[in-house]
């Protein structure tokens, strides 16, 4: 029986691009790169050298409109067309996060862990969202034909302050920024806000805060901070919840809070999914976990990429 077809799939976010060959649902190689230098048909050709493709599939962390896209935290830009044209075989442009949801079958039981509510309904309908160099959402329903998958921009909807110190928060980021998003709190750089603003209530922090010190030092403005993020990503999650009663659950991923996950984290996270009033007990029947791989991205730009292959 003949090897299915190589795929190339792509998740490129506003830091790092990360490439990888599947045959299969089975990986051969991957390779990350920074987005900083050179084009992603640089990286991409780079990457492949002779190796015969039969499709690709690229996910971009921002807004695609008829197969074209720029990065929203940095400035490479896709065209299906002339990815196509330049590679010699069918070429995808997808939303990152369209590509995550639909990497959510591929997990297993090692890849993810419980944070609140019931196992996953299978048949269910699905949400993924995530905090990395920017706030990503994307969900997806099952059909007749398999999944349905929809894109969105959902981390730009209007931050919703829940306490007086979140009201505060949401007035001083207003008068940095002007409109005040999720992705403006939910984010490497909306780790670093919440640890600079609990800085200026008086806390202790860091002379030069980067997630990844804010992630790990005692500081009490980096405590706050963390606790603060959880219950964040939980209300937001919880919006997500409401907005689309996913029985398949609501599946956290990105960078940043695999790296911020203990006890105490996960559970702010949890206890703000479910703080929604009169709606608390239906937010409590729906399954929320935390994504512990960081390829789920790529997982889904590839089972994208295979509904594509040209056969010969």
Do not use: Y
Request: net charge neutral.
């Amino acid at each position: 029986m003949p090897a299915p077809p190589t795929v190339l799939a792509a998740d490129v976010g506003g830091t790092n691009c990360r490439l990888a060959l599947f045959e299969g649902t089975q990986a051969l190689r991957s390779r990350t790169v920074p987005t900083t230098t050179g084009t992603f048909l640089d990286a991409v050709q780079g990457f492949v050298g002779p190796t015969g493709i039969g499709a690709a599939c690229v996910a971009v962390a921002g807004p695609v409109v008829q197969g074209r896209a720029t990065l929203t935290n940095h400035s490479w830009t896709f065209d299906e067309r002339r990815l196509s044209r330049a590679l010699g075989t069918p070429v995808t442009v997808i939303n990152d996060f369209s590509a995550a949801t639909r990497g959510v079958p591929t997990l297993g039981p090692g890849d993810a862990r419980s944070l609140a509510g019931p196992a996953p309904d299978p048949s269910g309908a699905v949400v993924a969202l995530g905090p990395g160099t920017g706030l990503g959402l994307g969900w997806m329903v099952p059909t007749g034909d398999g999944w349905h998958v929809a894109a969105s921009e959902g981390g730009h909807q209007d931050l919703a302050p829940h306490d007086p110190w979140e009201a505060d928060l949401w007035r001083w980021l207003h008068d940095r920024h002007g409109h005040v998003s999720w992705e403006r709190v939910l984010c490497g750089k909306g780790l670093v806000a919440l640890h600079d603003f609990a800085v200026r209530q008086g806390l202790a922090g860091l002379p030069t805060p980067t997630p990844a010190a804010i992630g790990t030092s005692p500081a009490p403005a980096c405590a706050e901070a963390r606790q603060r993020f959880g219950r964040l990503l939980g209300h937001f999650a919880g919006n997500c919840a409401l907005a689309h009663l996913p029985a398949g659950g609501v599946w956290i991923c990105g960078g940043i809070p695999p790296r911020l996950s203990q006890p105490a984290f996960d559970a702010s996270v949890a206890d703000a999914f479910v703080d929604k009033g009169r709606f608390s007990g239906l937010l409590a029947g729906i399954p929320l976990a935390l994504v512990t791989v960081d390829d789920l991205g790529l997982r889904g730009a590839a089972a994208t990429a295979r509904g594509n292959v040209r056969c010969p």
